[in-house]
């Protein structure tokens, strides 16, 4: 890949072997990136440590090689925007709250999961619970007797925001009425994902953020976090999920759905690249380098569709 004006990134977390739908991702980043004769970075979100399992990077790194994937910058090797590891961004993200409090968009919160629970007016959709109905906002950054360590939230502003999704079109959303104002840090001290990964594109120049239709969700956020931190936020493209046949999740626990199963299965890289692109209907054939799938790839095939079953058995 030659550097031009195009910079996508590829970001796991190191929690556990790359699921298939993360492989499908980094797959689809890769080519956009090629086909743009673009920067691919490879970032590493290992912010919640706990959570980290020790040797995972290097597993992951060492699958996606195994895929055909490269990237011109990264953990491993390096390049002008490093660090590109979250646990070593943190001066970034406490500059991004600086400036964020001097501006008065910020302020201390104590309030538990269950007291949000209690007051919300209306439920968030997906996984990240209710509404937060901005209890504590005017306290400020006043200290007082604490129920528990508190957070720090972003002071919403009341309007829509708009986001042009290449595959996805027009997302519409205003923030404060659907999300309310959310957490920048928890109160253990952890950056929040929203905070930290809008602040690294904005720091390493990111263009295009391609990831999966699950994320969909965080993409008026992250726009608004960025326009509110003085920067440009990056295009979208959240493409289809990889899913089981049937459209649910594909369960961990039932085995086979991470690359290194497969990889361990005996099964042939151009394979796995085969049946991922058969699932999201980039091509359809029996074996298929990366290469292969760039000198072929159509992005417009992506356009639309939230979901893509995968046929398992296609592995063998």
């Not at 590493?44 to 910058?73: I, N």
């Not at 970034?92 to 629970?117: G, K």
């Not at 990889?263 to 054939?285: F, K, T």
């Amino acid at each position: 890949m030659s550097s031009g004006a195009y910079r996508g990134r590829f970001a796991p977390s190191p929690t556990g072997d790359l699921h298939l739908g993360s492989a499908a991702a980094a797959i689809v980043a890769w080519c956009s990136a090629r086909v743009a004769a673009g920067v691919l970075v490879l970032r590493v979100e290992d912010l919640d440590r706990p959570r980290v399992v020790p040797g995972v990077e290097e597993r992951q790194l060492e699958d996606l090689r195994w895929l055909g994937l490269d990237w011109h910058e990264g953990p491993d090797v390096g390049g002008p925007r490093a660090p590109y590891r979250q646990s070593e961004r943190g001066a970034a993200y406490e500059a991004a709250i600086a400036a964020l409090a001097a501006r008065d968009l910020v302020y201390l919160c104590d309030c538990s999961r269950a007291d949000i629970a209690r007051v919300a007016s209306a439920p968030h959709p997906g996984e990240e619970g209710p509404r937060y109905p901005g209890t504590c906002r005017a306290h400020g950054m006043a200290s007082r007797a604490w129920k528990r360590p508190p957070a720090l939230r972003l002071r919403v502003p009341d309007r829509d925001v708009v986001v042009q999704d290449a595959l996805q079109g027009e997302i519409r959303q205003n923030v404060w009425r659907t999300v309310g104002d959310f957490v920048l840090r928890r109160g253990d001290s952890v950056h929040a994902y929203q905070l930290a990964v809008v602040v690294d594109d904005l720091a390493m120049g990111i263009t295009e953020v391609v990831r999966g239709a699950d994320l969909l969700a965080s993409a008026p956020r992250q726009a608004l976090l960025a326009e509110l931190l003085g920067g440009t936020p990056p295009r979208f493209a959240h493409l289809p999920m990889v899913t089981a046949p049937d459209a649910g999740r594909l369960a961990k626990r039932a085995g086979g759905a991470t690359l290194r199963e497969r990889r361990d299965a005996g099964v042939a890289a151009e394979q796995v690249v085969a049946v991922l692109a058969r699932a999201l209907g980039l091509a359809d054939v029996g074996a298929l380098t990366v290469l292969d799938l760039c000198s072929r790839f159509d992005r417009d095939r992506l356009r639309g569709r939230t979901i893509a079953p995968l046929d398992a058995e296609a592995f063998g």
